[in-house]
């Protein structure tokens, strides 16, 4: 079982959709959580970055950590075409190690 | 863009040969990390270095090993290649040996024939 598991998608949405990207995870000592985007042929840029359970906003993204499930959900407000990227979760202990899964590819379409 | 630089961008090999990657770190970061990412996955942590040596490593071989010199600067080694070192190869630069965030170069997309 891999320690991130992440649906591989492809999710096609309208623009101005809401989406909903979801992770879960199965180590326990994970304390911290991110999400990545990833545009073709570029390497990963940090989106936002939460410790421990809660939610966090930014803009149009809002992240979500559940530890209590091992669930972890971003979710983007009104898409837009630019959003279009493969989105990474990733975890870590606080160690010198980030696990990521294998990242969802959205498409949003004008 | 994140101040890391990494080269060459693409190269290809043969079976069995060895490849060097170069990664130039953001300024004011003392630590590498390298990542392999094959397609349609995500990255996988390979190892760290902190002050040129290596903190941590993750399930690779040894034939995969790594530099990191005075000036931050690192270099990724592959010896034996195999078909399935395929893939891009990412460099992180940190201001220090935690996970804080990552910053990602572009990375180096290497294809094994």
């Known amino acids: 079982q891999k320690e991130v598991e992440q649906d591989p998608g492809p999710l096609s949405v309208p623009e101005g959709a809401i989406v909903s990207l979801n992770c879960t995870y199965s180590?326990?000592?994970?304390?911290?959580f991110m999400w990545y985007r990833q545009y073709s042929r570029k390497g990963p840029e940090l989106l936002m970055y939460?410790?421990?359970?809660g939610n966090k906003e930014d803009g149009r993204f809002t992240a979500q950590v559940d530890k209590s499930s091992k669930y972890i959900s971003l979710f983007i407000r009104d898409s837009q075409p630019s959003d279009s990227a493969t989105y990474l979760c990733?975890?870590?202990?606080?160690?010198?190690?980030?696990?990521f899964g294998a990242g969802t590819r959205l498409f949003v379409k004008a | 863009e994140t101040g890391v630089t990494q080269s060459p961008t693409h190269l290809i090999k043969t079976r069995g040969q060895q490849v060097t990657l170069r990664c130039s770190s953001q300024?004011?970061?003392?630590?590498v990390s390298w990542y392999q990412q094959a397609l349609g996955q995500g990255p996988q942590f390979i190892f760290q270095?902190?002050?040129?040596?290596?903190?941590g490593r993750g399930n690779f071989p040894p034939r995969f090993s790594g530099l990191q010199f005075p000036n931050y600067s690192s270099e990724l080694n592959v010896n034996a290649l195999e078909l399935d070192d395929s893939a891009l190869y990412l460099c992180?630069?940190?201001?220090?040996?935690?996970?804080?965030?990552?910053?990602f170069g572009e990375g180096s997309r290497l294809t094994v024939l």
């Open positions: 990733a975890s870590h202990t606080g160690g010198f190690k980030t696990i």
């Open positions: 270095y902190y002050r040129e040596e290596e903190n």
């Open positions: 939460t410790y421990s359970s």
């Open positions: 992180v630069s940190t201001a220090g040996t935690g996970t804080g965030e990552l910053f």
């Open positions: 300024s004011g970061h003392n630590t």
């Open positions: 180590n326990s000592a994970f304390q911290y």
